[in-house]
């Protein structure tokens, strides 16, 4: 079984600035996928950035970049320029690949973080 | 591309009641989850289908849980003989299911409260 382990359950940061948000795992399984979504004050999970395990190159999409350290399963969340809007929770969640047999488990998802973007 | 969607909302029951939930997919998503999210908590997986076929099953889901997705389209949960403790966001959530396009889409949940 996969667990994922989100340290912080709290953050605060000033608009404009740069916080990073960590996430380790566990599993045994070498081929997987690991995400992070976002899920503002009651509204809907929003997928952040998804990044393959087989891939060494860290995802970025836009202000959002993760720093994947797969010999130390980490894989923390680094949002620049940080606005308003990114306030909510933030979940780090791991899914093995359903391909490599054994089939899918869904999402395993971390207790969350939640993000303060404060003006 | 109308994303998931889940039907009802929000849903109020006494204990001992059943309640069904519906989701549907985005189109062609031929893999469907569900979850169940309590407060505070990242949300937990219940199950899974592969088109029609129930493939998975997690221990949360007791004999008191059933799922169905019948024709491969749109998925019910149905809780029976509810219990407080099933008091919860269930999740639903679909996937093109092609190797590399494992990426979840969510819907926005139905929230329910047991009396």
């Known amino acids: 079984a996969q667990t994922v382990t989100q340290s912080q359950p709290e953050m605060s940061v000033q608009e404009a600035e740069t916080v990073t948000l960590s996430c380790t795992y566990d599993t045994s399984e070498s081929n997987y996928y690991l995400f992070w979504y976002k899920q503002p004050p009651s509204r809907q999970m929003i997928l952040v950035i998804r990044?393959?395990?087989?891939?060494?190159q860290n995802a970025t999409e836009n202000r959002f970049s993760v720093n994947f350290q797969k010999a130390a399963k980490s894989f923390s969340l680094k949002i620049s320029d940080s606005q308003l809007g990114d306030t909510a929770m933030y979940f780090c969640?791991?899914?093995?690949?359903?391909?490599?047999?054994?089939?899918?488990?869904?999402?395993?998802f971390g207790k969350g973080t939640h993000l303060i973007i404060q003006p | 591309d109308t994303g998931v969607s889940q039907d009802p909302r929000h849903k109020i029951t006494k204990r001992g009641q059943n309640v069904t939930f519906r989701c549907d997919p985005i189109s062609e998503h031929n893999r469907l989850y569900w979850y169940r999210q309590t407060l505070g908590q990242g949300p937990e997986f219940l199950t899974y289908f592969q088109n029609e076929a129930q493939l998975e099953k997690s221990r949360l889901l007791s004999d008191r849980f059933s799922a169905e997705r019948p024709k491969g389209s749109f998925s019910t949960l149905e809780i029976q003989r509810t219990e407080q403790g099933d008091s919860a966001m269930y999740l639903c959530?679909?996937?093109?299911?092609?190797?590399?396009?494992?990426?979840?889409?969510f819907g926005p949940g139905t929230r329910l409260l047991v009396l």
């Open positions: 959530a679909s996937s093109l299911g092609t190797g590399a396009q494992e990426t979840q889409y």
């Open positions: 969640a791991f899914m093995k690949d359903p391909t490599s047999g054994g089939g899918a488990d869904g999402l395993t």
């Open positions: 990044q393959e395990a087989y891939k060494q």
